[in-house]
């Protein structure tokens, strides 16, 4: 059978788990007021925002005083036919067009956007990065002072073999449901390293029954089927955890 997961009622894909993406995780975090300190974490957040957010952010950006919200209001028309739930319940900008009243809400969230006495501001650090990269001040990476690898693989090796890795990470999963299923033990050695094994047991996408063998779990069988973005990004926030 397959496993009903390790963490019980949380094995499928909810809120704050493996359908989450880097804004979710970052929005989840205590420490946002350092993280934008940081240039290029604000330009990956900034990237990562809704196209009408980051729209919201550049008219923004060079702005040394806060903007009224009525005149955000009108960037966008209001092409509404019905009014959203955050409408009918009431929220802040229940009264403003859904598409900017969403992005709004992501960048509160984020506190990218602080809201006060009708005053629109951008948060100081992340407006202070931002600026930092676009006027090509950001500091320097370090990069340029390694040196030369003449035995260098090229960009399609480079895919090839990154491609190879995930597939046997999937095969990994894909083994553990096969053998589980048909009552199986697994022999042999997997094709992945024990690291790697305790990345996907600690992501809950695997666990171990009471003989200590393998199981893939119900969010393991899940993560088979998500996209092949979300699936690293998966990953990727179990090992960032």
């Keep these: 059978k397959v496993s009903k997961g390790i963490s019980g009622e949380g094995s499928g894909y909810a809120a704050g788990e493996g359908s989450e993406s880097i804004l979710d995780y970052i929005a989840g975090l205590d420490m946002k007021d350092s993280l934008y300190t940081d240039v290029f974490t604000s330009v990956t957040v900034f990237q990562s925002l809704p196209a009408v957010a980051k729209n919201v952010v550049m008219r923004m950006l060079w702005l040394e005083q806060g903007l009224q919200e009525n005149v955000v209001m009108y960037w966008v028309e209001n092409k509404d036919d019905t009014k959203s739930q955050e409408s009918r319940k009431g929220g802040k900008y229940s009264h ?36 930092r990269y676009v006027r090509n001040d950001a500091p320097d990476s370090g990069i340029g002072e390694l040196s ?54 600690f992501s809950d996408l695997i666990a171990r029954d009471s003989n200590g063998e393998i199981l893939i779990t119900n969010k393991g069988f899940r993560f088979l089927f998500l996209p092949h973005r979300k699936q690293v990004w998966t990953f990727l926030l179990g090992y960032i955890r």
Excluded: C, T
């Design 96 to 131: 403003w067009p859904q598409v900017l009243r969403e992005s709004m809400y992501r960048l509160e969230r984020l506190r990218l956007i602080n809201v006060s006495n009708g005053l629109l501001e951008i948060h100081p650090s992340f407006k202070e990065s931002l600026r």
């Design 148 to 201: 030369v690898d003449k035995h260098a693989p090229q960009p399609d090796q480079i895919a090839r073999h990154a491609r190879e890795s995930w597939e046997r990470i999937l095969q990994f999963l894909l083994d553990d449901y096969s053998i589980a299923a048909a009552g199986h033990q697994r022999e042999g050695k997997n094709g992945i390293s024990k690291d790697i094994e305790a990345l996907l047991e």
